[in-house]
């Protein structure tokens, strides 16, 4: 079907004056004896373009054309607004492809979030998903760009995997057949299974990723994650979508460097690509957002040692709920306490006790504490998780038998440290949380097409 986008009615002046076909739902109607306005929306802008009917003209407006959601195809002239300029369409011809009935759920204008939650396959359609997906996808071209301007390769790493990235026991199970009393044994049972072995959906391609960065150096991923832990929070999901460079030759301050130039590139592409989206999100759901982001890209993330953030969280005014003592996970709560009201912008939080940190972070030479870091930002908390990796044999053996891991599981990542070692690193950055953190979203299953939390999958 031949058709212009609306978009384009908006930004090429030279349609002005010239005949369109244009197609798209209706989203308000307002009739009178003489003349009704549609406004139509097609999915290609934020704006909906006003179709002006002339009820004594030559143009019809057939039954059910007015109705919300209805899908029309109109043709008419493009005509600048004699009021404000902004271009609208006369109407000539109308063809109703689609008629919507009265029950069509966005009937109202502003609908809360979690009301349209349970309805994903609809939500879409409205101004808020029209700029919340857009500036997804705006930030998925922009992260891939980012990466192959700087001579990354994009590795596929695989979803069903045999070892589990963390070690933290989150996986969810691949499995075609039910445990049953059949079974001797776990080990009897799993090699009755498809994959002879135990099987899982991947947390993270790290593992993968980190054998392609000593074949091509630089690789990055960019693919669902999965993660069976039951956070009914704010910022988790089961099915979440992960960026994950792996850099040889690189070590803990480099891959710092690197994450806040990435960091900053995503903000100042969105900020150029989609003014609109923007301007909507500041209105809309958070005020003072672009100064916010302009702030980001303007002045330098903070660095701060974990044994610093214990002490100035030791300090703090405030009761929190979980206390705080040197080798304590940090909680959300004392993660945005650093970041929103400690340096109020983005902070690398540096090495961890190695106790609560995964066992292929590299060993700081203090014996205590690992070369990791998470990037913390206001309003979303840790969005970025990464490390240096040991590289060093005999020290990561050692720490896997410290964490009771069997070794077995990983050969071919060991053999990385027995062909070639070098020094490397990388990180993982949730895309779901960047985009809450630009859009000022304040919800995670609002930021991605189909959320799937506990108890909760469509
Ligand atoms: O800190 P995480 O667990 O780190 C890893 O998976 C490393 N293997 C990454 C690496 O070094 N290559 O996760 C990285 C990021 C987090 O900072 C967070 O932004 C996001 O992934 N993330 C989640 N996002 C949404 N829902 C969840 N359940 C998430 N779990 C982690």
Same mark, same amino acid.
């Given at each position: 079907?031949?058709?212009?986008?609306?978009?384009?009615?908006?930004?090429?002046?030279?349609?002005?004056?010239?005949?369109?076909?244009?197609?798209?739902?209706?989203?308000?109607?307002?009739?009178?004896?003489?003349?009704?306005?549609?406004?139509?929306?097609?999915?290609?802008?934020?704006?909906?373009?006003?179709?002006?009917?002339?009820?004594?003209?030559?143009?019809?407006?057939? @039954?059910? +054309? =007015?109705?919300?959601?209805?899908?029309?195809?109109?043709? %008419?002239?493009?005509?600048?607004? *004699?009021?404000?300029? $902004?271009?609208?369409?006369?109407?000539?011809?109308?063809?109703?492809?689609?008629?919507?009935?009265?029950?069509?759920?966005?009937?109202?204008?502003?609908?809360?979030?979690?009301?349209?939650?349970?309805?994903?396959?609809?939500?879409?359609?409205?101004?808020?998903?029209?700029?919340?997906?857009?500036?997804?996808?705006?930030?998925?071209?922009?992260?891939?760009?980012?990466?192959?301007?700087?001579?990354?390769?994009?590795?596929?790493?695989?979803?069903?995997?045999?070892?589990?990235?963390?070690?933290?026991?989150?996986?969810?199970?691949?499995?075609?057949?039910?445990?049953?009393?059949?079974?001797?044994?776990?080990?009897?049972?799993?090699?009755?299974?498809?994959?002879?072995?135990?099987?899982?959906?991947?947390?993270?391609?790290?593992?993968?990723? @980190?054998? +392609? =960065?000593?074949?091509?150096?630089?690789?990055?991923?960019? %693919?669902?994650?999965?993660?069976? *832990?039951?956070?009914? $929070?704010?910022?988790?999901?089961?099915?979440?979508?992960?960026?994950?460079?792996?850099?040889?030759?690189?070590?803990?301050?480099?891959?710092?460097?690197?994450?806040?130039?990435?960091?900053?590139?995503?903000?100042?592409?969105?900020?150029?690509?989609?003014?609109?989206?923007?301007?909507?999100?500041?209105?809309?759901?958070?005020?003072?957002?672009?100064?916010?982001?302009?702030?980001?890209?303007?002045?330098?993330?903070?660095?701060?040692?974990?044994t610093d953030a214990i002490e100035m969280l030791k300090k703090a005014d405030v009761k929190f709920e979980y206390p705080v003592e040197w080798g304590c996970d940090l909680q959300s709560e004392h993660e945005r306490y650093i970041t929103e009201k400690i340096y109020n912008k983005p902070v690398f939080l540096i090495n961890y006790p190695k106790d609560i940190k995964s066992f292929y972070m590299k060993q700081n030479p203090d014996g205590k504490?690992?070369?990791?870091?998470?990037?913390?930002?206001?309003?979303?908390?840790?969005?970025?998780?990464?490390?240096?990796?040991?590289?060093?044999?005999?020290?990561?053996?050692?720490?896997?038998?410290?964490?009771?891991?069997?070794?077995?599981?990983?050969?071919?990542?060991?053999?990385?440290?027995?062909?070639?070692?070098?020094?490397?690193?990388?990180?993982?950055?949730?895309?779901?949380?960047?985009?809450?953190?630009?859009?000022?979203?304040?919800?995670?299953?609002?930021v991605i097409f189909y959320p799937r939390t506990v108890g909760n999958i469509r």
């Amino acid at each position: 079907m031949k058709h212009t986008d609306i978009k384009d009615i908006f930004t090429k002046k030279e349609l002005i004056g010239t005949d369109v076909t244009v197609c798209g739902w209706v989203r308000t109607a307002r009739d009178s004896k003489n003349v009704a306005f549609l406004a139509l929306n097609d999915g290609t802008t934020l704006e909906h373009l006003q179709i002006v009917i002339d009820k004594n003209g030559s143009c019809a407006l057939p @039954e059910d +054309a =007015a109705k919300l959601g209805t899908s029309l195809k109109i043709i %008419g002239t493009v005509v600048a607004n *004699e009021n404000h300029g $902004t271009p609208e369409v006369n109407a000539k011809e109308i063809t109703v492809l689609g008629v919507c009935p009265p029950d069509y759920p966005l009937q109202k204008k502003f609908q809360k979030l979690e009301t349209l939650r349970e309805i994903p396959h609809i939500r879409v359609r409205t101004n808020t998903f029209n700029a919340v997906f857009r500036v997804r996808s705006v930030m998925a071209a922009a992260i891939h760009r980012f990466f192959q301007d700087r001579g990354f390769v994009y590795m596929h790493t695989p979803l069903i995997t045999g070892s589990d990235c963390e070690g933290a026991g989150e996986m969810f199970k691949v499995t075609t057949i039910g445990y049953s009393d059949k079974y001797k044994s776990a080990e009897e049972y799993y090699a009755d299974d498809f994959f002879g072995k135990k099987a899982g959906l991947s947390v993270s391609g790290q593992l993968e990723g @980190e054998v +392609a =960065a000593m074949a091509f150096g630089k690789i990055y991923t960019f %693919g669902p994650s999965f993660r069976a *832990e039951k956070s009914n $929070t704010l910022r988790h999901v089961a099915e979440f979508w992960h960026i994950e460079p792996e850099i040889a030759f690189c070590e803990l301050p480099d891959l710092i460097e690197f994450a806040e130039e990435m960091i900053k590139y995503i903000i100042r592409d969105f900020m150029e690509k989609c003014p609109a989206e923007l301007k909507f999100f500041e209105e809309r759901f958070e005020k003072g957002l672009t100064e916010k982001l302009l702030n980001v890209v303007n002045n330098d993330f903070a660095v701060v040692d974990y044994t610093d953030a214990i002490e100035m969280l030791k300090k703090a005014d405030v009761k929190f709920e979980y206390p705080v003592e040197w080798g304590c996970d940090l909680q959300s709560e004392h993660e945005r306490y650093i970041t929103e009201k400690i340096y109020n912008k983005p902070v690398f939080l540096i090495n961890y006790p190695k106790d609560i940190k995964s066992f292929y972070m590299k060993q700081n030479p203090d014996g205590k504490t690992v070369a990791a870091t998470d990037l913390l930002v206001p309003g979303v908390g840790e969005i970025i998780g990464g490390s240096e990796r040991e590289a060093d044999l005999t020290k990561l053996l050692n720490a896997m038998k410290e964490k009771g891991m069997s070794t077995d599981d990983y050969k071919d990542y060991l053999d990385l440290r027995k062909y070639g070692t070098v020094p490397h690193a990388g990180f993982g950055l949730g895309f779901e949380r960047i985009i809450m953190y630009c859009t000022g979203m304040q919800n995670i299953r609002d930021v991605i097409f189909y959320p799937r939390t506990v108890g909760n999958i469509r």
